[in-house]
C-alpha cells in the first residue's frame, strides 16, 4: 500500500500517559501521524489500545503528555488547550469517530438518511433537498440501497448499520478518522465485504485513520503503520507489512503466530 506523505504531520504526540488512578492505561506514548496514513493499534485486551484511542480523540484526558493536532488553517494546536466550542467543531467536521458497536454511533430512532444528513447540517448545509441528494448518495456509497432512506438504523442488520455508521462519518469529508474495532462482533463475511469497502473509501478519500484492533488480519488490509501494545507500553511499531512478517518483539511473534496464521 502506498501512503502520500506530505511534508508536515497531521498529529504529534509526545509523552501521553493515563493512569486510572495506580494502574497504568497507557504510558508514555510517542508517535507522529501523517496525512492520509492509516495507523492500527493493536494488541490483546487491556494493552491500552482504547484508552489510547480515547486520549487521542479527546473523549478521555490524558494524565500528562501533549497531543497537538494540524488544523485547517496549517496551525499546530494543542487538543487538551482548545476551547469546549473549538473541539466539538473538530468532531463534527474534520474527525469522525467509528464505534465498535453501530448504536454509540448512530441515532437509532431517527431515519438512515437523517443519520447522515444530520453531520450535513451540523456543517451549516440548510437546503433539504441537496442534503437529501447527498445523504442518498452515500448509503450508495456504502451499499445500502436507496430505498432504505426513510427507514431507521433498527430494522437494518448488523453490516448495514456500520455501514451507516462509517457513511454518517465520513459524509462530511473528515481528515482524521478514529475507529474502534470496526468490524468487532460481525459475521466473517460480512467483516470481509465492510474491510474491503472501508480500504476503499479511505484510499479514495485519502483519509488519516487511527484504527484500534485486537485482529492482525484487519491491521495488515488496512494500515500502512502498526504499533503494538502490551501493559499500555507501546513495544514495537514501524510499517505493518515489516512488523508482521518479521517481528522484532517476542510479544508480537507470539501475537503473530498465535492470532494470525500469516
Ligand atoms: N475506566 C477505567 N478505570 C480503571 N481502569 C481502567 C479503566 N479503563 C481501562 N482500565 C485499565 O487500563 C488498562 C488498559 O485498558 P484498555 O481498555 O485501554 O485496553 P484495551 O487494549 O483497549 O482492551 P480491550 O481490547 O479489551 O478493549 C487495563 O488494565 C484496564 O483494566
Redesign the pocket.
Known sequence: MSVTLNDEPLLNVSGLTKY??G????QDVVFQLWPGEVLAIV??????????LNCLSTRLPPSTGVIEYRMRDGSMRNLYQLSEAERRFLMRTDWGFVHQHAADGLRMTVSAGANVGERLMAVGDRHYGKIRATAADWLGRVEISEDRIDDDPRSFSGGMRQRLQIARNLVTKPRLVFMDEPTGGLDVSVQARLLDLLRQLVADMGLAVII?T?DLAVARLLSHRIMV?KD?LVIESGLTDQVLDDPREPYTQLLVSSILQV
Not at 494502574?23 to 497507557?26: A, F
Open positions: 486510572y488512578g494502574r497504568i492505561g497507557c494488541g490483546e485486551s487491556g494493552s491500552g489500545k482504547t484508552t489510547l484500534v485486537h501494545m499500555g
